[in-house]
């Protein structure tokens, strides 16, 4: 009775904890609450009827300290620009976990029910797909794999693997008791070929979508483990992150415009595959002592924080240019794109780690219609979240995808190191319009010319 009782109250604990991070004043709280929940059902397990009987405590408790250190170690080292890589990694690991409770459970079958054996299989397939597509995933953020494997008749021999696979789990679920493990050994090892085989062809632009549907798979999986092991806490676990990883899926496919099919057999960021945009006109640079000038007398500032300006670690910078521009009454607001940053949150993540109040961070829906009555847009990193041609042009790549409406401001400033292709590999219209001025250099160090600028006013 305690027992259950104690994973009820932990999985209340992740779903107040998910609800919480909805929002990024009670993120932080959210991710406590959750914590909590998870080592409540953690301990509550050492006293679990099925796990008592067990003679290896120490192992158990050895890898928790030995992944838990690893896991503290690491966070606190990554920087925000990798966060999109370490989710990857994490996500992984969990896919991996479970389908390694899913392969036990198949080894050690007792009198289980075809029911049960076929969800423990289905968990062992979706878990294995997770971990090795999350790996690739990783890899290709972090710059350790960089191209992109496409070859003729690739989706037909994906599909011929996936079929044979499934076969195998078909096999393996109608062994009873009797799991041959030559055949589970094969079904575990053409997951893992299926989940590296359906990753490597996905373009560099598509990844944070594949990592937040694997986070999904992961959920699934474990949910399927916890029917299998009756683990209350697992199926509730595994629901809600199974749940948070489709409808955040579901949001990042909408904030390109993209279904799911494309992202996963179109191969968008592939910067081989992807034409550039004849733009037209040329890019004309500023100096940063012009735009302080420009943005010192302005009535309205509008700030679109990107990739860029966390590779530069520059939100610092910029939020103390703004607070100058507020102390000569510009009216300074900041516009986030659902995808700003690889992912959803972490331009909000960034500039509340700088300060920047919340009232003063506006989703790409609040502030849109604003940009007209804007004097300057001050565009820091961003690219392909303010490439016009995503209206006006039906044959590109990215037509029809939400995107900030920064060609309309007044005045239209790029900070970005180079005149390079976004992550999608296509060129921006913005940069060519009369009103636009480019910028150049690393964004911490403009943001620095820009405060000296504006100081000296």
């Known amino acids: 009775m305690i027992i259950n009782l104690s994973y009820f109250i932990a999985a209340v604990l992740f779903i107040l904890g998910l609800k919480q991070m909805a929002s990024p004043v009670t993120a932080r709280r959210g991710i406590i609450w959750a914590g909590y929940g998870m080592v ?69 079958a007792q009198n289980m029910a075809l029911l049960i054996q076929g969800i423990a299989a289905l968990g062992v397939l979706i878990g294995s797909v997770a971990f090795s597509g999350s790996l690739i995933a990783f890899a ?21 693997i996936f079929g044979v696979t499934v076969i195998l789990g078909l096999w393996v679920t109608f062994s009873g008791n009797d799991v041959n493990h030559t055949v589970l050994a094969w079904f575990v090892l053409l997951s893992l070929v299926f989940g590296v085989l359906m990753t490597l062809p996905i373009g560099g632009a598509d990844m944070p979508v594949v990592i937040s549907l694997y986070n999904a798979l992961t959920g699934l999986a474990v949910g399927f483990k916890g029917l299998v092991l009756d683990n209350p806490a697992l199926m ?53 002592a012009d735009v302080g ?27 103390e240019l703004c607070q100058l521009l507020g102390e000569r009454d510009v009216k300074v607001k900041f516009a986030i794109h659902p995808v700003a940053g690889r992912m959803p949150g972490h331009m909000n993540v960034l500039l509340a780690e700088a300060g920047v109040p919340y009232d003063m961070i506006y989703d790409l829906d609040e502030i849109n219609q604003e940009f ?13 979240v303010v490439n016009p041609v995503a209206r006006t042009d039906p044959s590109s790549p990215i037509y029809g995808m939400p995107i900030l ?53």
């Open 40 to 108: 409540l059902a953690t301990v509550v397990t050492f006293f679990h009827p099925e796990v008592r009987g067990f003679i290896n405590y120490l192992l158990i408790i050895l890898a928790i300290g030995l992944g838990g250190g690893l896991a503290w170690w690491s966070a606190k080292r990554v920087a925000m620009t990798d966060m999109p890589q370490m989710i990857a990694l994490y996500n992984g690991m969990g896919g991996g976990a479970a389908a390694g409770i899913g392969i036990v459970a198949l080894l050690q």
């Open 140 to 160: 290709k953020l972090q710059g350790i794999m960089k191209k992109t494997l496409r070859f003729g008749g690739q989706q037909w021999l994906n599909l011929g």
């Open 293 to 319: 000038v420009m943005m010192a007398f302005a009535n309205k500032v509008i700030v679109v924080p990107g990739y860029g300006m966390a590779v530069a670690q520059a939100q610092h910078k910029v939020w």
């Open 236 to 288: 509730i676990a595994g629901v809600v992150v199974g749940a948070a990883g489709t409808l955040l899926t579901q949001l990042m496919a909408k904030a390109m415009n993209r279904s799911l099919a494309s992202v996963l057999f179109s191969g968008f960021g592939d910067t081989a595959a992807v034409a550039s945009t004849d733009a037209g006109g040329s890019m004309k640079p500023i100096e940063a």
């Open 372 to 384: 007209e009555t804007a004097d300057v847009a001050l565009i820091i990193g961003a690219n392909d």
């Open 405 to 457: 409406n920064a060609d309309k401001a007044k005045n239209v400033i790029v900070v970005k190191r180079g005149q390079g292709a976004g992550f999608s590999g296509i060129e921006n219209a913005l940069f060519f319009l009369d009103q636009t001025r480019m910028l150049y250099g690393d964004g911490q160090a403009v943001a620095s010319e820009l405060i000296q600028a504006v100081k000296e006013i």
